[in-house]
């Protein structure tokens, strides 16, 4: 069973950085493809990026491509969401997710283990 727990949101005005962080525990997650999400207020949860096992492959929403950047540290079991140049519309509660599999994935369907979220609010 792996436990993911989000942190490093925050408020911020448009234009600023965050650099969100997911730590797992209970269970290793270097065979697992990872990624964030995210859901405003009245929306599905939407994907934000992925990552695969060991990171050699990764996606993005093109909402936040050139803006936002995945990474992991499977040595530290944990992984990472830097955004720049934040505007409103990426305010929203981010979650990070575990795969059960290896592969990059897309789809909330794939993903079986979530964490509690961490609150993004970006002022204009």
């Known amino acids: 069973q792996i436990q993911l727990v989000e942190s490093g949101g925050g408020l911020v005005q448009a234009g600023g950085s965050l650099r969100l962080s997911c730590t797992a525990s209970g269970h290793a997650i270097h065979n697992n493809g990872m990624g964030w999400f995210r859901q405003a207020p009245g929306n599905e949860r939407a994907f934000v990026a992925a990552?695969?096992?060991?990171?050699?492959?990764?996606d993005y929403a093109d909402s936040v491509r050139a803006r936002f950047t995945i990474s992991r540290d499977n040595a530290k079991n944990s992984m990472y969401l830097q955004m720049n140049n934040l505007k409103p519309e990426d305010t929203a509660v981010y979650y990070c997710?575990?795969?059960?599999?290896?592969?990059?994935?897309?789809?909330?369907?794939?993903?079986?283990?979530w964490g509690q979220g961490t609150r993004v609010t970006v002022s204009s």
């Open positions: 997710a575990a795969a059960t599999g290896y592969d990059l994935q897309v789809h909330t369907a794939a993903y079986h283990y």
């Open positions: 990552i695969d096992w060991n990171g050699a492959n990764i």
